[in-house]
């Protein structure tokens, strides 16, 4: 059984591996030319909602219930998300971050993302301070009217900028609604 600084530690390799991967992805797919799959798929701004569990590693799990705002402006590949998640055990999290979404045909979208946000605990898990980093991954299937369906796995951490850095993960069912509400 691992303790909660392995398991930190654990979380983090994962992390490090999942970013490396994703960095080494990107970077040999726009040297091969596919940054079409990238930047081909013009999508509209999101309102997303989901549902699913946090703190999914231990015995500490609480319900998750998530809104985002993805929005289509891009800079480069990137584009920003504005997000917040309130837990059963009554903890928050609101955040600011960027996405890329990379296309797999017409059907489906795999978007990593990378945020920044503050952290109130409630009677959950502490996290280490109130300042906590998210990256996550997102399995979706884009239907005709461009709305989604998808599966996202994350990891909530303070990468160690407090003294404690216990991190945690997330899993949440999402469904993404295009909208207007954030055009100009």
Request: aromatic share 16%; hydrophobic share 45%.
């Amino acid at each position: 059984m691992m303790r909660n600084g392995e398991q930190c530690a654990f979380a983090d390799v994962i992390v490090a591996l999942a970013a490396f991967w994703f960095a080494t992805f990107f970077a040999v797919n726009l040297a091969n030319g596919a940054s079409e799959r990238i930047l081909k798929n013009v999508d509209p701004n999101f309102i997303t909602i989901g549902a699913g569990g946090f703190d999914v590693n231990d015995n500490e799990t609480s319900g998750q219930f998530e809104v985002q705002g993805r929005f289509n402006t891009r800079f480069w590949i990137f584009k920003p998300q504005v997000g917040m998640f309130f837990t059963t055990a009554a903890g928050f999290y609101a955040y600011l971050g960027i996405m890329v979404d990379v296309f797999f045909g017409g059907r489906f979208v795999v978007s990593p993302s990378f945020a920044a946000g503050v952290n109130h605990e409630g009677e959950g898990k502490e996290l280490g301070g109130s300042l906590e980093f998210r990256s996550a991954i997102e399995l979706a299937y884009r239907f005709e009217d461009r709305s989604r369906l998808g599966i996202q796995v994350g990891h909530l951490s303070n990468a160690s900028i407090y003294e404690e850095n216990p991190g945690t993960e997330f899993a949440i069912l999402n469904y993404s609604i295009p909208t207007r509400v954030f055009s100009r």
